[in-house]
């Protein structure tokens, strides 16, 4: 079986009911067929009855049912400029991007309100993601850590091997999971 992509797009799923239904015409079974595009046989069926009834134009992408954007595409792009600026210069007084604030400055700038939970999709397509801070203690000084680490760290080590102790597991490094 050849390699299959783990998504297609809509001009590629049509272009392969159209190779599949060139094949159908010439006669190859259907089994055949759904081995080599890497599809169920009862996906190659449905294609081969929607050949019958409609001919090719049948097997055609059509369009998604649903709602259209309230937003034109020229207005969206606008949104991810807007994004790449910045929160501050939105004017939020964090740099932190939440959905409702996106919400806000869509509904400030045109006048239309979305659901922040309506959002995430939109801004994926636009090429965003979920950003999460990384989680770190307030009161966390770097420079105090990494000198304990060079001074005090080492000898407590040198005073659990000369013990004849084992490090305690917590203590080893795990290179599998990166740098430390």
């Known amino acids: 079986m050849a390699w299959q992509p783990h998504r297609l797009s809509a001009e590629q799923q049509q272009e392969r009911r159209i ?14 067929i759904a081995r080599e595009f890497g599809v169920s ?9 929607r050949l019958r009834l409609g001919g090719l134009r049948a097997l055609r992408a059509r369009r998604h049912p649903g709602r259209r954007s309230r937003l034109t595409p020229t207005q969206w792009q606008q949104v991810a400029s807007t994004l790449r600026a910045g929160a501050l210069v939105a004017g939020f007084p964090t740099e932190r991007w939440t959905l409702r604030r996106v919400a806000n400055v869509i509904q400030r700038r045109y006048g239309v309100r979305y659901h922040p939970n309506y959002l995430g999709g ?13 989680t770190q203690a307030r009161e966390r000084d770097d420079a105090l850590v990494q000198a304990w680490l060079r001074r005090d760290w ?27």
């Open 19 to 32: 190779e599949a239904a060139r094949l159908l015409r010439r006669g190859v079974p259907q089994v055949r």
């Open 154 to 180: 080492p000898r407590i080590k040198r005073g659990l091997v000369e013990a004849g102790q084992c490090l305690p597991s917590w203590t080893k490094r795990v290179t599998r999971f990166g740098p430390v």
């Open 41 to 49: 046989e009862a996906a190659v069926s449905k294609w081969a009855a």
């Open 122 to 134: 939109p801004l994926r397509r636009l090429g965003f993601s979920p950003q999460r801070p990384t």
